[in-house]
């Protein structure tokens, strides 16, 4: 089956002011593959590239090299787009529309019409809980109401890839944990999530796969398990040296204390993280 998303050797430049001209590399040569049907984690501390990788899925932004495919399309066609839903890190709606004529509005966009427009528009404010809320001035919605608002808009012409930027920023728990059922649901009806997340245990229990990024550049990718393999154990105690462990042992041991080999524990996703972060921070410095 074709990825959802293929990225080769994306990068990204961006340059600013006329006179003294400024330039961040927000993406070094990114590859990337998000297969059809899969929940993928795209992780990373703050700027280190996400919104951007996101943001050329969606023809926002252009590359400054490299090549970015949607279900084996060209992003630039709208045909690629039109099977993409979004729903943005900061979603600005117009606070005097209701929530029911914004996914209205963003259904017309999309071509849909008539009955179906109306079917499918009551269908998702049903499916993300705003059914009551749904004829009242956004301007009225709290911060959980406005993702959930977010999420309808994005799911209204029944895209194949759901793209979340950070859907759970400034959510309650009750409203995360809804989040995580409704991307479990989109996998189980056979579409493709791509999630960004700062929420590492909401993306341990839902991604099949995850990348973690840091300035631009991959770190790490691959099924979670695996991820969480290859990056190490903790051991269930923590000794500066293994002479320090053995005296250890011999003091615990003529005391009379039975000392077992305990089970290492396999590090947490935010464990692997912050890990490979900070191991590549150093590097960088060095
Ligand atoms: N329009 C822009 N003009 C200039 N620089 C930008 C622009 N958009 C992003 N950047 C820079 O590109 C880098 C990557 O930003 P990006 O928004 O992709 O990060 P992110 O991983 O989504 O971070 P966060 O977790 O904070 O949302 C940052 O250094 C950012 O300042
Ligand atoms: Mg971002």
């Known amino acids: 089956m074709e990825n959802a998303i293929t990225l080769s050797k994306l990068r990204k430049v961006f340059r600013s002011g006329a006179v003294r001209v400024s330039s961040v590399l927000a993406l070094e040569g990114l590859d990337l593959e998000v297969r059809s049907g899969e929940v993928f984690g795209l992780l990373g501390p703050n700027g280190s590239g996400k919104s951007t990788t996101i943001k050329i899925c969606l023809d926002l932004v252009r590359p400054t090299s490299g090549e970015c495919l949607v279900f084996g399309g060209k992003t630039s066609r709208p045909e690629s787009r039109q099977r993409i839903g979004y729903v943005p890190e ?36 049903e499916t ?114 293994t002479e320090e462990q053995q005296k250890m042992r011999t003091m615990a041991e003529k005391a009379g204390v039975h000392v077992e080999e305990g089970a290492d524990t396999a590090l947490s996703l935010e464990e692997v993280f912050v890990k490979l972060v900070r191991e590549n921070e150093k590097e960088n410095a060095a």
């Open 90 to 125: 900061a979603p600005f709606f117009y606070g005097y529309l209701s929530g029911e004529t914004l996914v209205q509005s963003m259904g017309r966009f999309s071509g849909l019409s008539g009955s179906a427009l109306k079917k499918r528009t009551g269908d998702v404010l």
């Open 128 to 241: 993300v809980g705003l059914v009551g809320a749904e004829k009242r001035p956004i301007r009225t919605y709290s911060k959980g109401m406005l993702q959930r608002l977010g999420l309808a808009q994005a799911l209204v012409h029944d895209p194949d890839l759901i793209i979340l930027d950070e859907p759970t920023a400034g959510v309650d728990p009750i409203g995360a944990r809804q989040i995580t059922e409704m991307i479990r649901l989109l996998k189980s009806q056979g579409k493709t999530v791509l999630l960004c997340s700062h929420l590492l245990s909401q993306v341990e229990s839902v991604c099949d796969r995850v990348a973690i990024l840091h300035r631009g550049r991959m770190l790490a990718e691959g099924t979670l398990e695996s991820l969480l393999k290859s990056t190490g154990h903790k051991p269930s105690l923590l000794f500066d040296s």
